[in-house]
């Protein structure tokens, strides 16, 4: 009688195993965790996360009764554009005012706490010193909103909504 040969030969990846480890390898903004330095997402394009949006009914939240309508859709299309630039073309294109934002300056109308209370609610494990770096952009719609977050392994963490540039008054 003739011996079966097993031969080993190719053999295709599970699809499941491949997706856990692409899930794994990702990784959200975890309170106080450090994230990689601008230059190091300057080329990619933005991707949007609203886990630290604020929604306490203040003049910088998306909830606030005076947004309409179009102030939601504004928000949205100006995402929409700037979805399809680099952080560094944002950042150049001066339009869009694509910049950090220092809250220890004076002509900021946001304080380090204002930040905190909004990552860590309840002030346990995270200080003022490792807060991460805010940005702000235009929304380029009609009202001249900007949009403000912060930037962790090339996701933008949208925090507020600034109307009526409250954060970073217009000069």
Request: charged share 30%; net charge positive.
């Given at each position: 009688?003739?011996?079966?040969?097993?031969?080993?030969?190719f053999e295709i990846p599970d699809p499941k195993n491949q997706l856990e480890s692409a899930i794994n390898s990702l990784s959200k903004y975890k309170v106080g965790e450090q994230g990689i330095p601008f230059h190091s997402v300057k080329n990619l394009?933005?991707?949007?996360?609203?886990?630290?949006?604020?929604?306490?009914?203040?003049?910088?939240?998306?909830n606030v009764k005076s947004n309409d309508r179009e102030d939601l859709l504004g928000f949205l299309e100006g995402l929409k554009k700037v979805s399809c630039f680099t952080y560094e073309k944002?950042?150049?294109?001066?339009?869009?005012?694509?910049?950090?934002?220092?809250?220890?300056?004076?002509?900021?109308?946001?304080?380090?706490?204002?930040?905190?209370?909004?990552?860590?609610?309840s002030y346990r494990g995270?200080?003022?010193?490792?807060?991460?770096?805010?940005?702000?952009?235009?929304?380029?719609?009609?009202?001249?909103?900007?949009?403000?977050?912060?930037?962790y392994k090339g996701v933008f963490y949208v925090v507020w909504y600034d109307r009526n540039h409250i954060i970073y008054p217009k000069k």
């Open positions: 009688m003739a011996k079966k040969s097993r031969k080993k030969g394009k933005p991707i949007f996360a609203f886990d630290y949006l604020s929604l306490n009914e203040t003049e910088l939240c998306f944002m950042r150049l294109t001066k339009a869009l005012r694509f910049h950090s934002i220092n809250l220890l300056d004076k002509k900021v109308n946001l304080n380090p706490s204002d930040f905190l209370k909004v990552l860590a609610p995270m200080t003022e010193d490792e807060l991460p770096t805010l940005y702000q952009f235009d929304l380029q719609y009609k009202i001249e909103a900007r949009a403000v977050g912060f930037l």
